[in-house]
């Protein structure tokens, strides 16, 4: 059984925030994690208890290929696209930490940082010789919907600018 690769601990944790109790709707819950053996393969689990409703949750994701050796924070993976979210959510992940930057400085460094590197992992979707995001890098009601919304945000060209906007903010801040 082959299971979705968690690139990185930031990815990992990303994707379970972005993931509520299917009982109760809690985004909130204490995860623990551990690499465990399923029908053979290593796979890192993610469970927890959801201290809004007592219900037991458990997420299993693939070991990547290699490892990715972090040059900034956040760091969600490494050159190759996302499994675990489509390049619709993201965009939404970039969206709502752009939309909510903080005034003082060192917590909207960090908001900054997050949009950067999500819209970063956009551009990942982008194959060589491409201008744009491929359709089928929208593989979940929620990316698409982000999709159809404005598909033009997802040319490259477009992604690139919003990227250096983001690096020039975050350097504006006194981020790295």
């Known amino acids: 059984m082959a299971f979705a690769v968690a690139r990185t601990r930031d990815e990992a944790f990303l994707y379970l925030e972005l993931q509520p109790c299917p009982d109760c709707g809690s985004v909130e819950a204490p995860w623990q994690h551990a690499l465990i053996e399923v029908d053979g393969e290593l796979v890192i689990s993610y469970a927890a ?6 219900a037991e949750r458990e997420y299993l994701f693939g070991l990547p290929a ?8 956040p760091a969600f993976g490494g050159t190759e696209p996302s499994e675990l979210l489509d390049a619709g ?3 939404a992940v970039a969206d709502q930490a752009a939309g909510n930057v ?8 960090v908001a900054l940082s997050i949009a950067r590197a999500a819209v970063g992992e956009v551009i990942k979707f982008v194959p ?3 201008d ?8 979940t009601p929620e990316g698409r919907r982000v999709f159809d919304a404005e598909p033009g945000r997802f040319r490259l060209d477009r992604l690139l ?14 981020a790295n």
């Not at 208890?49 to 007592?54: A, I, K, L, Q």
């Not at 600018?161 to 006194?174: A, C, K």
């Open 49 to 54: 208890v959801c201290p809004g409703c007592d």
């Open 66 to 73: 290699r490892e990715t050796a972090p040059d900034s924070w």
């Open 89 to 91: 959510q993201w965009m």
């Open 102 to 109: 903080p005034v003082e400085p060192g917590e909207a460094r």
């Open 128 to 130: 060589a010789g491409l």
């Open 132 to 139: 744009g995001v491929p359709a089928d890098a929208f593989w």
């Open 161 to 174: 600018v919003v990227q250096d906007t983001y690096s020039e903010l975050v350097r504006e801040t006194g």
